[in-house]
């Protein structure tokens, strides 16, 4: 298959919108992005209300939670497709959502994963944090005080989906629901940009500049940033 090297970057802010609508756009765009012979990524960014999604690497006794409380807490639980561990998902964090075809950017699984990475490295960089090197069996951005973006990928038909989760601002008691899949030492911690910085951080600014890196790392020279997705155009919060 020729490799076409007009790349196209489609950003969409989407606020604040439950897990399951983002996850049903996804395979909109999946479904599309199988038929279509564009090189375009699609770049979501969302937050989501309080929830926690197991991985494939991920299992219910990660879940620090009975029923019960997981009830009290308000709390859903949900058992998804992409890679990795248990996730806590709140509002104050960003959800970023890749949808693009491998096969026709000529990029393998690591690849692109290696890219996802190094624009949340740049973007945490470019607000001032300190950041540790990757442990050896980690994916994800650490900082001193933990965890700062966690990975988690799909595949399917060549085509990604799901991405990563960065913590800006989370309320961060809610994470100590969960342990990840694969215990770190002193690695386990979960952190957020405001956390490091000791200082607020907005919300907006983040995001704009997460979006231009990951244009960067992706090699496009077209990005174009919308807010909001027609597809959630009776939906949006």
């Not at 012979?37 to 006794?61: C, D, F, K, M, W």
């Not at 806590?88 to 990029?107: D, E």
């Not at 001193?144 to 991405?163: K, P």
Request: aromatic share 6%.
């Amino acid at each position: 298959m020729a490799i076409i090297r007009d790349i196209s970057v489609h950003a969409h802010l989407l606020g604040k919108v439950a897990f399951a609508d983002c996850q049903r756009l996804q395979d909109r765009l999946e479904f599309e992005a199988v038929d279509s012979q564009s090189v375009r990524i699609t770049v979501l960014l969302a937050e989501h209300p309080p929830l926690i999604t197991v991985g494939r690497n991920g299992s219910r006794g990660h879940v620090l939670l009975t029923d019960q409380q997981l009830r009290r807490e308000q709390l859903e639980l949900r058992w998804v497709s992409r890679g990795g561990g248990c996730v806590l998902h709140s509002h104050g964090q960003i959800a970023v959502y890749v949808i693009c075809h491998l096969g026709r950017l000529g990029w393998t699984v690591g690849n692109y994963l290696s890219r996802v990475r190094r624009a949340l490295v740049r973007t945490c960089e470019q607000f001032r944090i300190q950041l540790l090197a990757r442990p050896e069996r980690g994916f994800g951005v650490w900082a001193r005080s933990g965890q700062l973006a966690t990975l988690g990928v799909a595949i399917r038909r060549d085509v990604t989906s799901y991405g990563a989760f960065l913590n800006v601002n989370p309320p961060m008691r809610l994470f100590s629901f969960v342990r990840p899949a694969v215990p770190m030492d002193d690695l386990t911690s979960q952190s957020s940009l405001m956390a490091e910085r000791r200082q607020g951080v907005k919300m907006t600014a983040v995001r704009v500049e997460l979006v231009e890196q990951l244009s960067h790392v992706f090699g496009s020279e077209q990005c174009h940033l919308q807010t909001g997705h027609p597809y959630f155009r009776n939906q949006m919060r």
